[in-house]
């Protein structure tokens, strides 16, 4: 198995972290439904990820299943990653792009209350960033805290109202965490209006078709809401 342990000086090596990258993006594939800000209109469940860790879940090295990183080994990947950005940041300490990249090294490592202090920081200096919001919304979200993502997508389509991705976004929110049918049907419709070449139409028609019928199902009937969502 790849070893992901840290060095006797307690720095992740380039190795290392490209792994431990990697297993998150792999926690997001199973998991996610929603859409990064700045990703392409898509979900991120279409994100095919590359080796060491191959398709069947095992280690590139050939031997047992690919172990997850702990919180804490997740943390600190996000640190060392983040240490030659925030000493840009000391020299740059308005710069919202940076602002914007640090919170998303956060975002990956599933730290999301850091990626939120970096988000809200960089939306300060430009609060019309909408990608920046968009993410932020959405680690509310994964954070527990629906209301605030959806507060935050709403404030991203007021500056810019075809925002595919915070429309997909809310779309879910509503329906999985809110259960409003109505809402999440409403959200998908603009999206589709409003982007008629929207990748993932088939899809998007597909989940308006799923919460119309759990509008009106009866209590106690099965559903074939998606699984839980995540980044």
């Not at 202090?117 to 680690?139: C, F, H, M, Q, W």
């Not at 078709?209 to 074939?224: C, F, L, N, V, Y």
Request: hydrophobic share 35%; charged share 15%.
């Amino acid at each position: 198995m790849v070893d992901t342990k840290t060095s006797s000086s307690g720095n992740w090596t380039s190795t290392q972290a490209y792994v431990l990258s990697v297993i998150c993006l792999l926690i997001g594939v199973a998991m996610g439904y929603l859409v990064r800000g700045s990703a392409p209109t898509q979900p991120s469940t279409a994100i095919a990820p590359q080796s060491p860790v191959g398709g069947n879940g095992m280690s590139a090295a050939g031997g047992g299943p690919a172990a997850q990183p702990t919180p804490e080994q997740l943390k600190q990947m996000a640190d060392t990653q983040a240490q030659p950005l925030l000493a840009q940041l000391k020299i740059d300490p308005n710069n919202a792009s940076l602002l914007y990249q640090i919170g998303n090294l956060y975002y990956d490592a599933q730290q999301y209350p850091e990626a939120v202090k970096y988000y809200e920081n960089s939306l300060n200096i430009s609060p019309n960033a909408t990608d920046v919001r968009t993410d932020l919304g959405t680690a509310y979200h994964l954070m527990g805290q629906p209301d605030k993502a959806i507060q935050e997508y709403d404030q991203v389509l007021k500056i810019d109202g075809k925002h595919a991705n915070a429309l997909f976004n809310e779309g879910m929110v509503k329906w999985q965490d809110k259960m409003d049918m109505s809402g999440a049907i409403a959200a998908w419709r603009h999206l589709l209006e409003t982007n008629p070449d929207y990748p993932q139409r088939d899809r998007v028609q597909g989940l308006i078709a799923q919460a119309e019928r759990h509008a009106t199902m009866k209590p106690g009937s099965k559903t074939d809401k998606p699984a839980d969502i995540a980044q």
